[in-house]
């Protein structure tokens, strides 16, 4: 599966932005899909996961209320709408996509990473 993420851009605080993740390849075997972020200097964690069901979502808590996490199977694209952006949510964002198997906040439930997008928020 190949994974295309999209969206990223400068933003002031408070502002909005959606990153757009595109797969394309073998989805059929893909049962979940997350999102993933690193800020410079720091591992790179959680931030939200949705199942090909839509269902079960979560989400990390400091993203909670602030990001939805939705997909459309048809167009095989995966959202992430950020609202209400920090500063402190500046970091490259990846999106990821597996088989399952794992708790779906754990990096090794997935098998297959879009290169990534920036997002920068000033303050």
């Known amino acids: 599966v190949q994974l295309q993420a999209s969206g990223g851009g400068l933003v002031q605080a408070g502002g909005s932005l959606r990153l757009s993740c595109a797969a394309s390849?073998?989805?059929?075997?893909?049962?979940?899909m997350g999102w993933f972020r690193q800020a410079p200097g720091k591992e790179r964690e959680f931030v939200a996961t949705?199942?090909?069901?839509?269902?079960?979502?979560l989400y990390a808590d400091p993203v909670k209320g602030r990001f939805t996490i939705s997909r459309d199977n048809g167009k095989n694209t995966m959202y992430l709408q950020m609202d209400s952006l920090k500063p402190e949510d500046t970091a490259i964002y990846y999106c990821?996509?597996?088989?399952?198997?794992?708790?779906?906040?754990?990096?090794?439930?997935?098998?297959?990473w879009g290169q990534g997008t920036l997002v920068t928020v000033s303050s």
């Open positions: 390849g073998r989805t059929f075997s893909r049962n979940v």
């Open positions: 990821a996509a597996g088989s399952g198997g794992w708790a779906p906040s754990l990096e090794r439930a997935y098998d297959d």
């Open positions: 949705i199942r090909r069901s839509g269902t079960s979502i």
